[in-house]
């Protein structure tokens, strides 16, 4: 049967250009304090810069994404609600929430790990951060989640998803300014570990992928989406930046030995993972919404 | 009554007596269903019914929804959507109004973090405009593109059934100006109601049931592919 929209309204979508960064930057600023904190605590001596790297960078990373998260509120003067009717079924309140107490607790840590270099105050609360950095990172995956009419949302991956890809993003920031500011050189038994942790995170990013397929041969809409994805107008930026440039040139180059071990090898393997993570969020706040609902 | 009186009854009077006695009666039987119905299920659930064998596609609804509430341009609380169906010479264009669903379960209200969308007593989902800080989850959220962001008091908006006149009596402003009567609107808990009777006896579909929403919004007549979001077809830009 041959059906033609004549007239129908669709509404402008939710989310745009704020949102994504808040994710790209959340994600990250999680990321780095989970690498900062775990080195701190399981790490030897010779993580100490690690950890200093990874929780100055998350208290810029989380503190730009919350900016970003009030651009994109269309009053932002009432942001102080947030915290005073709190909808426990909510998402966005846990984010408030979670945001807040992340911010406290990074600022806190970085006190006891720079200023006060009080080791046991900062393992325990690393230790505590290590908790809000984890919901932190995968709340985001439960907001899209719970969208029950997008099918690429609407999906039990997406809080693991988005906490492994932070996870990447962190890392490979880390690993990219420990590069660039010199602290240790490429063959450091550090940096390899870093590099061997990032390419086993990007697998099991890979390995959620599988996401895909089951949406292919979902209910309609969600087959819709697949296609869009696999086959249709965003079939480029999936398969040839997300996957091949984004997450196997990576693995590819931090796992040959010869690449690896250099300083250019690690700057452009996590400089691709970036990248590779910054598509997929894109990918998904955009497609999510690029079919109408009504 | 008085000996008199009594003498004077007439066979005709008698039966003029029965006859009020039982209207009376039947009154009172009336009366007293209603009263046992409304304690049975207490205030008030407002739904709608569209007719669209009724529905001819003069997008009135949505003017009248407009001049009701200043909505900005490209948005809209109400609106028509149009499908064609078919190929020459066996064409059919099927009109679909479109309004909030007022759900029993409405994803925005579950995920409002500050509590600006809120279901009512009566059942109609309204949205707090004091309390909305903009954070455009429920526009997300919602499963029929009901939502919108309000480009002058920066707010998210909706259909909300127009309480305001519907506190007062009257009906809807699209119900009112319906040309062709298709928009009906009522309380389902009252078993008197043209809502409540139309929905237990005619078969009614509603939008995305499978999302187990429960929209207070039926209609009747509806084609499967034009309540789907694609219309059938693949959407194109």
New interface residues.
């Given amino acids: 049967m041959n059906e033609t929209i004549v007239y129908n309204v669709w509404h402008l979508n939710a989310y745009g250009f704020w949102v994504l960064a808040y994710f790209f930057l959340g994600g990250m600023g999680g990321g780095s304090f989970l690498v900062s904190a775990i080195s701190k605590i399981y790490g030897k001596e010779k993580y100490k810069a690690i950890a200093n790297i990874g929780a100055v960078s998350s208290v810029i990373l989380v503190g730009l994404g919350g900016l970003c998260l009030l651009l994109d509120l269309e009053k932002p003067l009432r942001v102080f609600l947030l915290f005073i009717n709190i909808n426990i079924s909510s998402p966005i309140s846990w984010g408030g929430v979670i945001i807040s107490l992340f911010f406290i607790c990074t600022l806190i840590y970085l006190y006891y790990l720079l200023i006060a270099k009080n080791d046991a105050k900062a393992r325990l609360w690393g230790g505590i951060g290590i908790v809000i950095a984890i919901s932190l990172t995968s709340y985001t995956g439960l907001l899209l989640g719970m969208a029950k009419a997008r099918p690429l949302w609407h999906s039990a991956i997406m809080p693991p998803l988005f906490l492994i890809s932070g996870s990447i993003s962190g890392l490979a920031l880390i690993l990219l300014v420990a590069n660039v500011l010199g602290k240790y050189s490429p063959e450091d038994e550090v940096m390899r570990t870093l590099g061997k942790t990032l390419v086993i995170l990007i697998l099991i990013d890979i390995f959620f992928l599988s996401d895909m397929y089951v949406l292919y041969i979902g209910l309609s809409e969600a087959h819709e989406v697949a296609l869009l994805l696999l086959v249709g107008k965003f079939a480029f930026l999936f398969w040839g930046v997300e996957l091949l440039l984004g997450s196997i040139l990576p693995v590819i180059i931090l796992s040959t030995k010869s690449l690896a071990n250099t300083k250019g090898g690690q700057v452009f393997g996590s400089l691709l993972s970036l990248i590779g993570v910054f598509t997929m969020r894109y990918l998904i706040v955009i497609i999510g919404q690029y079919y109408p609902l009504s | 009554m008085n000996k008199s009186t009594e003498k004077k009854m007439t066979r005709r009077s008698i039966v003029k007596l029965a006859g009020i006695g039982a209207a009376a009666l039947a009154i009172t039987k009336v009366s007293e269903r209603t009263a046992a119905a409304a304690s049975v299920v207490k205030g008030k659930k407002y739904a709608m019914v569209v007719d669209l064998r009724r529905c001819f596609g003069c997008h009135t609804c949505s003017i009248a929804c407009k001049s009701e509430f200043d909505i900005a341009l ?3 609380r109400s ?9 020459y010479p066996n064409v059919k ?1 099927h009109f679909l109004p ?1 309004l909030c669903n007022h759900c029993a379960d409405p ?1 925005c209200v ?6 600006a969308s809120h279901i009512r007593d009566d059942g109609i989902v309204g949205i707090h405009e004091k ?7 429920c ?11 309000n480009p002058e008091k ?2 998210a908006q909706k259909c909300d059934f127009c309480f305001h006149r519907v506190e007062k009596g009257v009906g809807p402003a699209c119900v009112n100006t319906c040309p062709g009567r298709a928009r009906i609107f009522g309380d389902l808990n009252d078993p008197e109601s043209e809502v409540s009777k139309i929905v237990s006896k005619l078969p009614v579909q509603s939008l ?1 049931p499978e ?1 187990g ?1 429960e929209p207070k919004v039926f209609y009747i007549s509806a084609d499967n ?2 309540m ?8 194109n830009e």
């Fill in positions: 490209g948005r809209w609106w028509v959507k149009i499908v064609e169906k078919g190929t264009r479109r994803p579950r995920v409002c973090p500050t509590g309390k909305c800080i903009g954070c455009k989850n526009i997300a959220m919602c499963p029929y593109d009901s939502r919108f962001i920066k707010i995305k999302l929403t592919k034009v789907r979001a694609f219309g059938g077809g693949k959407y």
